[in-house]
């Protein structure tokens, strides 16, 4: 790129990115410039006619675990280098943008004040009827008691017994409601006490796990 990004996608009409961008929480992993509500970064590969960093074993290495993990949360990554052009750079922002783009018209609502939230990477436990609501790479509004919270990615939905989610996801999450359980009985006696108007006969019922991804906006 011969020119600022930001004054490419100002002079192009495209929103101006956010400039090291810390997408994973977890990780001190950053992107060179994003736009977090569109879930799109772009990654300038400098050094690749000297051979630098990004063109060495360990430098490359470690750049495919940081894409994986976008890749995972929801991200779409562009790559560019020092010898792209600067009309092709903004012919690709506006080709993703174009395709990615989604409206946060879908809301998942959370009636406790959970820590979670406030997670990079978090998960919640629905009714079946909610598989059919949702999917993967859908963009969602989160809200706590009723009051937007925050944006959110869907990074997966899948439609189990309840028998087949792993303890460790059911202690977790009743813990984040303010209770501790120890089996998947117990677990569904809690369901059967939050959620009364819900049916919830055994644990061989089928219960809907969504993996969200929060939007640092």
Same mark, same amino acid.
């Given at each position: 790129?011969?020119?600022?990004?930001t004054?490419?996608?100002?002079?192009a009409?495209? &929103?101006?990115?956010a400039?090291? *961008?810390?997408f994973?929480?977890?990780?001190?992993?950053?992107?060179? @410039? +994003?736009w977090? %509500?569109?879930?799109?970064?772009?990654?300038?590969?400098?050094?690749?006619?000297?051979g630098?960093?990004?063109?060495?074993?360990v430098?490359?290495?470690?750049?495919?675990?940081?894409?994986?993990q976008?890749?995972?949360?929801?991200?779409?990554?562009?790559?560019?280098?020092?010898l792209?052009?600067?009309?092709?750079?903004?012919?690709?922002l506006?080709?993703?943008?174009?395709?990615?783009?989604?409206?946060?018209?879908?809301?998942l609502?959370?009636?406790?004040n959970?820590? &979670?939230?406030?997670?990079?990477? *978090?998960?919640?436990?629905?009714?079946?009827?909610?598989?059919?609501? @949702? +999917?993967?790479? %859908?963009?969602?509004?989160?809200y706590l008691n009723?009051?937007?919270?925050h944006?959110?990615?869907i990074?997966?939905?899948?439609?189990?017994?309840?028998?087949?989610?792993?303890?460790?996801?059911?202690?977790?999450?009743?813990a984040?409601?303010?209770?501790?359980?120890r089996?998947h009985?117990?677990?569904l006696?809690?369901?059967?006490?939050?959620?009364?108007?819900?049916?919830?006969?055994?644990?061989?019922?089928?219960?809907?796990?969504?993996?969200?991804?929060k939007?640092?906006?």
């Open positions: 790129m011969r020119q600022s990004l004054v490419l996608c100002r002079a009409g495209l &929103k101006t990115p400039m090291e *961008y810390r994973c929480l977890d990780r001190k992993w950053r992107f060179d @410039y +994003a977090p %509500d569109q879930r799109i970064a772009l990654e300038y590969e400098g050094g690749v006619t000297s630098g960093r990004h063109t060495r074993a430098g490359y290495t470690k750049d495919c675990e940081k894409y994986n976008a890749q995972i949360m929801g991200w779409t990554v562009l790559r560019v280098t020092n792209t052009q600067d009309s092709e750079v903004i012919n690709t506006k080709a993703a943008a174009a395709k990615g783009a989604k409206v946060a018209g879908k809301k609502q959370f009636s406790r959970f820590t &979670k939230l406030y997670e990079s990477l *978090y998960s919640t436990l629905r009714h079946n009827l909610v598989a059919a609501k @949702y +999917a993967a790479g %859908d963009l969602v509004t989160v009723d009051e937007k919270h944006l959110a990615f990074t997966g939905v899948s439609l189990k017994p309840l028998r087949e989610i792993e303890i460790e996801v059911l202690m977790k999450d009743a984040y409601k303010g209770f501790e359980i089996t009985e117990q677990y006696d809690l369901l059967r006490e939050l959620y009364p108007d819900k049916e919830f006969k055994s644990i061989d019922d089928y219960v809907t796990l969504i993996i969200l991804s939007v640092n906006a």
